[in-house]
């Protein structure tokens, strides 16, 4: 495996925290976040500086193939999070608390954030939701479980909303997510993602709030900007939202060089003598004569 540490002497760069991206609000620093899901992945995000890795429920769509983030499991998240953290060193790690771990009960919501600490290596998780998630984030932080509030659009809730759409979008529903925003962080929050809602909006949210707001598909006032790997890298093609750019073509990149592998196999240019392994030319003779032997007998 080649090295992308930048030299083994190089020192190990400080780990990112939960109070590092407070302060960076206060110092005027934009936070960056990407989603990542393995290993590979997760070491890339890392080399590229990135100051946050969340492990989202994302994943249900761009790695698993489901239509939607609805059916994944902890028992999903927890193996997913546990490769990520095996990938990264520096990022802050955030698990995604997927549909059905936490709203049942703060109870059950703790139980399940737990296992992202205990069994995978997370620094904090991530929760969806307004005021209807207050409490447990109020359970959560008072048990020493740092949490990531998420509002706007929350694509659990993708039926109720009948699709991912712009939310907040009149004044009124714009001033229930800042309150609910400001309930989180009362709450105990220590950061909160905007999702698809108007750039003035999220501005309006971010200037309210001592905690930093996370955007995507919110324009360029919030704190930091998150979006999904496979978006960036081209590697999900099934549903492009307005707001994803794509820096990569990467699933091109995947395309052509199976398809030269495909044809390689076929005409027989691969594999050749640089990717073969050989063996002692007298070994090779005994081997024959005792093939031959055996066939004469
Ligand atoms: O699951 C996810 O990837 C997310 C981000 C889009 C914020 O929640």
Request: negative net charge; aromatic residues 6%.
């Amino acid at each position: 495996m080649s090295d992308q540490s930048g030299g083994a002497s190089a020192p190990a760069p400080k780990e990112v925290t939960v109070p590092d991206l407070v302060a960076m609000k206060r110092d005027g620093k934009r936070i960056t976040m990407m989603t990542a899901y393995d290993a590979a992945f997760a070491r890339l995000v890392d080399h590229a500086g990135i100051d946050v890795i969340l492990v989202g429920d994302s994943l249900g769509m761009v790695v698993l193939g489901y239509p939607t983030t609805v059916p994944v499991t902890m028992d999903d998240m927890v193996r997913h999070a546990a490769a990520v953290s095996r990938g990264a060193t520096r990022p802050l790690l955030i698990g995604d608390m997927p549909f059905g771990s936490y709203q049942a009960s703060p109870s059950d919501a703790l139980r399940n954030a737990a296992r992202f600490l205990k069994e995978a290596g997370m620094d904090a998780i991530k929760v969806e939701g307004g005021a209807e998630v207050v409490e447990t984030v109020r359970t959560l932080t008072a048990n020493g479980i740092a949490v990531m509030a998420h509002v706007g659009l929350t694509p659990q809730r993708v039926a109720q909303l009948g699709g991912f759409k712009v939310q907040a979008k009149t004044a009124r529903a714009a001033r229930r997510l800042i309150d609910d925003a400001l309930a989180l962080e009362d709450a105990g929050a220590f950061s909160i993602v905007l999702e698809s809602v108007p750039a003035p909006v999220a501005a309006l949210a971010t200037q309210r709030l001592g905690i930093p707001t996370i955007g995507i598909g919110a324009g360029v006032d919030c704190d930091g900007q998150v979006l999904v790997l496979h978006d960036v890298l081209g590697l999900y093609g099934d549903f492009k939202p307005k707001f994803a750019k794509r820096y990569a073509d990467i699933g091109a990149a995947v395309t052509t060089a199976l398809q030269e592998f495909d044809r390689e196999v076929r005409d027989g240019s691969f594999p050749t003598a640089e990717h073969s392994f050989t063996m002692k030319e007298s070994e090779l003779l005994s081997l024959q004569r005792s093939l031959a032997q055996q066939k004469a007998g």
